[in-house]
């Protein structure tokens, strides 16, 4: 079974929106604050949006007001509600925990999700 499997992706257009899942181990989950990182074609791998143990949140400024990330404990869920989407959100999303600094904590990752956003 994977330890991180995304999913939720599509094709949308701009200004619709989207809702990304991540199934988490559950000791992973358990252990570690949480985050979804996207990946454009040609560019750097970067944070989006990170949660938590207790709930908490942080966002990229890019995604600010627009995007919003949650837990399910019960489930071992990693949800982002993807608002307003624009072009420049098109990307593989990924979900992986993190450290508090916002970088990735684990040495591997899903398989992601791939976000198109166009008209």
């Known amino acids: 079974q994977a330890r991180l499997a995304e999913s939720g992706g599509g094709l949308v257009q701009p200004g619709g929106s989207l809702r990304l899942s991540c199934v988490v181990a559950?000791?992973?989950?358990?252990?570690?604050?949480m985050a979804w990182f996207r990946q454009a074609p040609g560019k750097q791998r970067e944070l989006v949006a990170l949660?938590?143990?207790?709930?908490?949140?942080n966002y990229s400024d890019n995604v600010k007001g627009r995007f919003t990330i949650s837990r399910d404990s019960a489930k071992n869920t990693v949800d982002l509600q993807m608002n307003s989407l624009k072009s420049e959100d098109t990307a593989t999303y990924y979900c992986n925990a993190a450290t508090r600094y916002g970088l990735p904590a684990l040495p591997y990752w899903g398989k992601g999700t791939l976000v198109t956003v166009s008209s």
């Open positions: 949660i938590s143990l207790g709930g908490s949140t």
């Open positions: 559950g000791n992973i989950f358990r252990a570690n604050s």
